[in-house]
């Protein structure tokens, strides 16, 4: 039995999600991954996911950026409190498969996991 260790100061990737993301990536001609939050679902906070088509400078304004192999994820500066140290994952069960958010920052999740409460 392991613990889960998250960073505060980062996101982080499982292979299978990085995989995902990349097929993706290339799927919609994109650069980049943009994280994002907005106040909506049955628990306060939903994530939305949005394909930068552009290419994605060092240092892009608003933007913290993360890159993972060939993997650039963005967060809006906006929303970094609500996400940071999210762990992003792939899942399969039974037919259907979906990108996981392992947000620690969430208190809880609806039962489709898409949207959250903080405290």
């Known amino acids: 039995m392991g613990a889960d260790v998250y960073d505060p100061e980062t996101i982080s990737i499982t292979p299978a999600a990085e995989a995902h993301v990349r097929r993706q990536l290339l799927r919609h001609g994109a650069d980049a991954l943009i994280?994002?939050?907005?106040?909506?679902?049955?628990?306060?906070?939903?994530?939305?996911?949005?394909?930068?088509?552009?290419?994605?400078?060092?240092?892009?304004?608003?933007?913290?950026?993360?890159?993972?192999?060939?993997?650039?994820?963005?967060?809006?500066?906006?929303?970094?409190?609500?996400?940071?140290?999210t762990e992003i994952d792939y899942v399969t069960e039974g037919l259907n498969s979906a990108l996981r958010f392992n947000n620690p920052n969430a208190v809880s999740e609806c039962g489709c996991g898409e949207s959250f409460a903080i405290k």
């Open 35 to 85: 994280l994002g939050i907005s106040e909506s679902g049955c628990n306060g906070y939903m994530y939305e996911l949005e394909w930068l088509g552009e290419r994605v400078d060092d240092d892009p304004a608003g933007l913290k950026r993360f890159d993972f192999g060939g993997v650039t994820i963005c967060v809006a500066d906006e929303h970094w409190a609500l996400v940071r140290g």
